[in-house]
């Protein structure tokens, strides 16, 4: 069962989804809705390689960013929880951390959007 805040940001996503006619949202809402156990866990080392083939791009992240291996890229990263050690390095690098409500106040074209599993 999810906490009440997780559903409410699950109907905001659906919600951005309809208004904008974009699946991403959509699809970033049905990721969220599965279990715990079951959504993305993604280390930043696999967000730094995907950040240098695939420059000026928000990397979402419909789970958890965890810290391990190494980044020497600024990124910019939505997800819905992160360790405060993930959260460091991508700050140290003079990048930036999210929360999927702030992504969707921020009104990012579907181009420059990648969801990360």
């Known amino acids: 069962m999810a906490k009440k805040s997780t559903k409410e940001l699950i109907v ?4 951005q989804g309809k208004k904008t006619k974009k ?3 959509k699809s970033l809402a049905k990721r969220l809705a599965k279990p715990t156990r079951i959504r ?3 280390n930043v080392d696999k967000l730094n390689k995907l950040a ?21 890229t600024k990124i910019e990263v939505a997800c819905f929880n992160y360790s405060e ?15 999927l409500s702030e992504l969707i106040d921020a009104k990012p074209k579907e181009s420059e959007m990648v969801i990360v599993q």
């Open 12 to 15: 905001s996503l659906e919600k």
């Open 52 to 72: 240098k083939k695939q420059k000026a791009k928000v990397f979402v992240v419909p789970g958890k960013v965890l810290s391990m291996g190494f980044i020497d």
């Open 40 to 42: 993305a866990k993604v």
């Open 85 to 99: 050690k993930a959260r460091e390095k991508i700050e140290e690098q003079k990048g930036k951390v999210l929360s």
């Open 23 to 25: 699946n991403v949202w």
